[in-house]
């Protein structure tokens, strides 16, 4: 078993490199009031991203400029999103430019270039690949013992759970809690602008086709400004409804090989352009993404010693499409907290323990993130309590989409400026959070 070396660095474990977990590391490793030793585990051989692109908004670009790493991220800014009736390819909405500041506006980009910028900024040495971590052990003298596929073990005082949809720090946490397929089906590609742009009104803009299980969604990733014509690519990402309860094909939740056939056969009955651009994707390029999703956890850490950021705490699959910002928000808010209870507090105090410690960071994280998370279920349930009032048919279905789209009311999501929940903390915490002040452990720069 790993014992804890010494009781003055904090040590830390984050399972996990996607989003969540590198932007994690980079705002621990940025303390400098702090002794804390930073250690990321990650399953893959090497960290690539799949998945086609993802939107950057509002509330990502302030978690980019809080981690210094949002100048590698560029790509096509928003500026005109279409709602269209996809069997008949009718204009029924749309949106145009935000009144926000450029700099500020949502801008769709490829996976690999936000991972690429949050990897530059991580800094070396920090990230072990090939670990795939398989249990953890509740060590009762205090930390815990992580134990890898490889027969390695580990030793951490905090265990960051940044491992995604099928968290295995959740599953420790949360033996109990369990996530199924939802009943949705995503297929994701980039395809070379040039193969479709002859398609009218296809790749011009970021615009949603809706059908009558499904939609398919286009979008250019790239900022032609700083990409040639020839590189330039746009995204598809098509989606199929089928019913969970009578689903009996085995699901995989992220990024598998699939057909173009497979995918072309649930849309034959789409607007011609549709068809079309479906047809001309190169072929084996296609990922297939089954939605799994489980219900809200009441708590987001246990044993006061592991905590859930990212896609592990709320695994809901995308149904924002903001999981990438909640991630890096969730690593940024427990770094502040680590630093607010082991600098700031710890100075005021007379003495405290390490786990005192680390039990009121991880309430502070709670106190933060959970009521945020607890919002988005309860507007997922009120979604759903909407959409069962509706007609149930192809156009009562359509109606209620572009009413949800006209609607909005989602700023407290896309404009959520996590430095400024960060200040709001600050100016009404309380300070009585019970726990004891262990002089040795506060760091020798104070
Ligand atoms: C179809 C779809 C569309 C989406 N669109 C958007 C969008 O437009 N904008 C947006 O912001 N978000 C979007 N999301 C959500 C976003 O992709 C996720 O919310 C985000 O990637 C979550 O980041 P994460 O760091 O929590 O987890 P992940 O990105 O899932 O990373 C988890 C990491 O942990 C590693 N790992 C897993 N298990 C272990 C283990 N046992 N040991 C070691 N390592 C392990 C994995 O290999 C992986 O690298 C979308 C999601 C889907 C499915």
Known sequence: MVQLQDNKTLHVAIIGGGPGGLATAIALSALSNVEVHVTLYEKARELREIGAGLNIGYNSWRCLELLGARSEVTGHLIDEVQQRNGLDGNLLAKRGPSSLPVKYQSRRVRRTRLQRSLLSQVPAGIIQLRKELISIENLPEGGASLNFSDGTQAFADLVVGGDGIRSVVRQTAFPDHNIKFTGTTIWRTLVPSSLISHIPDVPTCTSWWHGTAGHVYFSPVDDPSETDSENQEIEISARFLVDPETDKVRRWSWGVDTTNENVEAHFTNYDPRVREALSKVPKDSWKEFSAFAGPRLNELHAWNKLVLIGDASHPLT?????????????????????????????????????????????????????????????????????????????????????????????????????????????????????????????????
């Open 318 to 446: 995308g149904a924002f499409g903001s999981g990438a910002a909640f991630a890096m928000e969730d690593g940024w808010i427990l770094a502040q907290g680590v630093e607010y209870v082991f600098s700031t507090l710890a100075s005021k105090q007379s003495s405290f323990s390490k786990d005192e410690g680390l039990r009121k960071v991880l309430s502070i994280f709670d106190t933060i993130r959970s009521p945020y998370y607890k919002r988005m279920y309860q507007h997922l349930d009120n979604m759903k309590a909407k959409f069962a009032g509706v007609a149930d048919t192809f156009e009562g279905r359509l109606q209620a989409r572009i009413a949800a789209f006209s609607e909005g009311g989602l700023d407290w999501i896309y404009q959520n400026d996590i430095e400024q929940v960060w200040k709001e903390w600050l100016q009404q915490k309380d300070d009585s959070i019970p726990g004891q002040v262990d002089a040795s452990f506060v760091s020798s720069s104070l």
